[in-house]
């Protein structure tokens, strides 16, 4: 599936650069630093995967003793399931930089992304550190993009800018995630940045905002990654007034930027989602709660049932109607539940609706982008999700992973 990414605005006080460190991959990109503006606020939010990995643990520490001036990725190593040797890795590579920066340790936040339960070479990583330094620019966006990646196939980067008071201001973002699919927080990687000067606490209640719509509501295949991270940082340097109470319209303009960003980085992730060829929304109305909405969505969205017969575009209407079935709703009656592909209606009244034509409906599942809408006729709660379908190569591309 195509995945593209418009150009992108750079950010006043966000300075990013790339090396090669030969982590895992050769001839390419795969460690990245993230400078920012003194002064600048930082929020974020982390995988709730218990088995969470060591740069996540580091990070959610550092960030409670300071804000960070730093921010240091990988990719080609998770450095999870590493036990207390990932832990000394981790905290070893924010003392490189800290070192060549001469900053303290814990204002470096550290991530990373790739093969689970290998150690990080961190000597490989502070070799190629003062490479990635003398790349700092704030135009350095697209490169660290690409270093990020793992099965991505296109890096993901997108931007907004905002006018205020005859000022403005911008919203920048990038990600990377393919594969290992349902953040339960953020995402795998993301980061986004605005020029705004916000106070921390709203900063990390706009981050809260924008992530439950987006990455919180997308799946590739149901594995929720051991690093997954979400970090947005505003740096002060727009010039426009600084945000300090969350009914200013100021902060409604900022998260209204962000979610947005944060949506087009998050479906960016679904259309590239590993043998990807159908970016799928799974909308759920009239529930009881948005809780029971978002269960009979995610239901439908991880049966590999269904996921197959998207990728064969098959109008298959019944095994979404099983999925809905066996989702975990009390008391569901089926008379009043509703099935739709598109705006072609399949089930009403407990069976297949009178006007449904299989021609109708494969209509709808020979193109590229899906709607399948329940409407379960029990409350005023609804919920989306977005997946994509589940192709043979998705097989070929994890059984190969660390081959």
Not at 25 to 52: I, K, P
Not at 355 to 370: L, N, R
Request: hydrophobic share 45%.
């Amino acid at each position: 599936m195509t995945v593209q990414s418009p150009a992108f605005i750079p950010v006043a006080g966000v300075r990013l650069g790339s090396a090669a460190a030969g982590i895992r991959y050769r001839d390419r990109r795969d460690l990245v630093v993230v400078e920012l503006a003194a002064g600048s606020t930082c929020a974020a939010v982390f995988t709730r995967n218990q088995f969470c990995a060591a740069p996540v643990i580091v990070a959610r520490d550092h960030l409670t003793r300071c804000q960070p001036q730093f921010l240091l990725i990988n990719s080609g190593n998770a450095n999870a399931g590493t036990g207390d040797q990932g832990l000394r890795g981790a905290i070893e590579s924010c003392r490189s930089l800290a070192v060549l920066r001469g900053c303290q340790v814990d204002q470096i936040l550290p991530f990373s992304t790739g093969v689970i339960g290998e150690r990080l070479p961190v000597e490989r990583l502070a070799l190629a550190l003062p490479e990635a330094l003398s790349s700092l620019n704030e135009n350095g966006w697209l490169d660290a993009a690409r270093a990020i990646m793992t099965t991505d196939t296109v890096p993901k980067l997108f931007s907004r800018r905002m006018e205020y008071a005859g000022g403005q201001f911008t919203v920048t973002g990038m990600a990377k995630g393919s594969g290992m699919i349902r953040p339960d927080m953020a995402t795998m990687l993301a980061y986004v940045a605005t020029d705004l000067a916000v106070d921390n606490t709203l900063l990390q209640q706009c981050l809260q905002r924008a992530v439950a719509p987006s990455f919180n509501s997308i799946t590739v295949d149901g594995d929720t990654s051991t690093n997954d991270a979400c970090v947005l940082f505003a740096t002060g340097k727009s010039g426009c007034a600084r945000v300090h109470e969350a009914e200013d319209e100021l902060y409604r303009l900022l998260c209204e930027a962000v979610e947005s960003v944060c949506m087009d980085l998050a479906l960016a992730i679904v259309r590239d989602g590993e043998g990807a060829t159908k970016l799928v929304s799974v909308a759920v109305e009239n529930a009881l709660s948005p809780a029971e909405a978002r269960e009979v969505a995610y239901t439908i969205a991880h049966s590999p049932l269904v996921k197959t017969a998207l990728f064969a575009s098959d109008p298959n209407w019944g095994r979404i109607l099983a999925a809905v079935g066996r989702s975990d709703v009390p008391d569901l009656q089926i008379n009043r539940v509703e099935l739709w592909l598109g705006d072609v209606c399949i089930v009403n009244g407990g069976g297949k609706s009178e006007g449904y034509t299989e021609a109708a409906g494969q209509a709808v599942m020979d193109a590229e982008e899906i709607l399948i809408r329940v409407v379960l006729g029990r409350g005023t709660a609804s919920a989306t999700v977005y997946t994509c379908d589940l192709s043979s190569e998705y097989v070929r591309i994890n059984a190969e992973y660390r081959s």
